[in-house]
């Protein structure tokens, strides 16, 4: 097989044997291999060579949906980019000319759509099957707990969008990392009345899935309640710098965030700490509005299932 180049550059012709029967490449071109009276002749589907490179399934801890990664290769002898496409867009292949313009073009024929999605799956060589974690906190992977958290070097890949791409790890703790600890009760950041209890609580989080296990989920929330300037975010940066790198300017969660993101963030967030900051309402409507919000991550947090919250209107 001749090789491929990479994106931008000139790729060589493909072989036939990037496909299973009934899809042949000639030409650099995809073609269907059709019954016609009593011969077969080719039937050309499209001026490019789609390749599936891997199979990823998106676990978002409640529901698994399947993705995939699709190169190309056009018949000018162009590589096309790698495009994640999700299966319901594989099934009307429509991204086609969304994601790659005039160079993924289709014969206009009948059904050749689904035959080039057909012909994608059928793609002969190696494919990589992959498992993308949307969700953080324990999980039970082939027998075993594991902490799921975007980690570098990790086998096991977890994916968290915006302001929650902070959350990770860098490198395992040890025994020499509670000095850390000792020196921030010992240095004057708050009065150890405020710091206990934050300290327990961010060490309560990674417990939540063997205590929920055991029927005695902690069911509260926790306000840190100041006059402004007195370093509140500050604070709350300190404590969730246990699970990433955080600093007052950039909380993983406002007030001023809707509801729904607010809720579905949480979710996300299982078994480690999170701040939603910045209650401070401007005018009656804005007070009513942040009320209703800290009312839904209560109930939330009081009956654990605020994915069902989610709804059009917030």
């Not at 030409?27 to 269907?32: A, G, T």
């Not at 059928?122 to 992959?130: A, D, M, Q, S």
Request: glycine content about 6%.
């Amino acid at each position: 097989m001749s090789e491929i180049m990479t994106e931008g550059k000139k790729a060589k012709l493909i072989d036939e044997t990037v496909y299973n029967d009934p899809y042949v490449v000639k030409s650099n071109c995809l073609y269907e291999m059709v019954q016609v009276k009593d011969q077969v002749v080719p039937m050309k589907l499209a001026d490019f060579v789609p390749t599936l490179i891997s199979e990823i399934t998106r676990d978002d801890g409640t529901e698994q949906k399947k993705m995939f990664k699709v190169g190309a290769v056009h018949k000018s002898g162009i590589k096309l980019s790698e495009q994640i496409v999700s299966a319901d867009e594989m099934q009307n292949m429509k991204w086609l000319l969304n994601r790659w313009g005039a160079l993924g073009a289709a014969q206009p024929k009948q059904n050749v759509l689904s035959k080039i999605c057909h012909a994608i799956m059928l793609t002969k060589g190696e494919v990589k099957f992959e498992t993308m974690y949307l969700q953080t906190g324990w999980k039970k992977i082939n027998g075993e707990y594991v902490f799921l958290m975007p980690t570098q070097n990790s086998p096991f890949t977890v994916e968290l969008q915006g302001k929650l791409k902070n959350y990770s790890f860098t490198e395992k703790g040890s025994q020499e990392d509670l000095i850390y600890l000792s020196a921030m009760l010992e240095n004057s950041f708050a009065p150890q009345c405020v710091m206990l209890p934050l300290l327990a609580v961010t060490f309560l989080c990674p417990l939540n899935h063997f205590l929920k296990s055991a029927g005695c989920e902690p069911k509260f929330v926790t306000a840190l309640i100041g006059k402004t300037g007195s370093r509140k975010s500050t604070l709350a940066a300190l404590f969730l710098s246990f699970f990433g790198k955080f600093s007052a300017s950039d909380l993983p969660m406002s007030f001023h965030d809707t509801a729904n993101s607010i809720l579905s963030n949480i979710y996300y967030l299982k078994d480690v700490l999170t701040c939603i900051d910045d209650f401070h309402p401007s005018g009656m409507f804005h007070e009513q509005e942040m009320k209703s919000i800290a009312q839904n991550i209560s109930r939330y947090y009081g009956d654990r299932i605020g994915r069902a919250r989610l709804n059009s209107k917030a």
